[in-house]
């Protein structure tokens, strides 16, 4: 029986002969460099017990052992060289990605420009709406005829709400509002940030409210 060996890459290819049965069996197969190093191991420890042992045939024996080495050898270079080939592909790849990673911060950084300066113009045109919703309602005389217009509170992350969506009565004209409630008063005093201390009489703090809506008529209580 004759064996003869061909490898190329990770990839060995292994042809066994036997003449005296007239049999060829050839095995392709795909080793990894675990399979090497095991290999390479046990080829070693059969030189030396060959070389040892004085076997016969033995020397024969040893120069396709030793051949078998070298060309595991040979695979394991191969191996060395593609993985370090892979590594390097990889480490372009981290570059790349890092290079993503900058410009999206930069990116990011320019949207936290804007965003800022998108929440100053929201700033400004609330304040823009709370000025004309006053001067207009102070052109709407008692609201009996032409209704004043609700103006929004302010939130703290620079949005609006009207003090219908919270469950507060609407203030359409100069009555609604003299007929608050003292909780619905002071509720209204505090969403407009209106100064109104505790120790203030009611007709104070009405007065106060009227102000900062725009209705300039007088107190009728």
Known sequence: MSSKHGCSANVCRLVVCSPGLGMQAAVNYVATPEDFAHAQLYLHKVVHTMAVGGQPGAADMQALVLEAVQQLNGINHLLNDHINNTNQRFNHIDQQFNHIDQQFNII??????????????EGRLVDITE??????????????????????????????????????????????????????????????????????????KVQRLKAFLGSTLPLSL
């Open 108 to 121: 990011n950084q320019h949207l936290h420009v804007i965003d800022n300066r998108l929440n100053r113009i």
């Open 131 to 204: 000025v004309s919703y006053q001067a207009y309602n102070q052109g709407c005389g008692d609201g009996v005829e032409r209704q004043y217009k609700a103006i929004p509170f302010r939130l703290p992350d620079g949005g609006v709400e009207l003090p219908q969506t919270v469950g507060l009565p609407p203030l359409r004209d100069a009555r609604a509002i003299e007929n608050l409630g003292d909780a619905n008063l002071n509720t209204y005093l505090l969403r407009y940030n209106v100064p109104h201390a505790g120790n203030l009489n009611r007709t104070t």
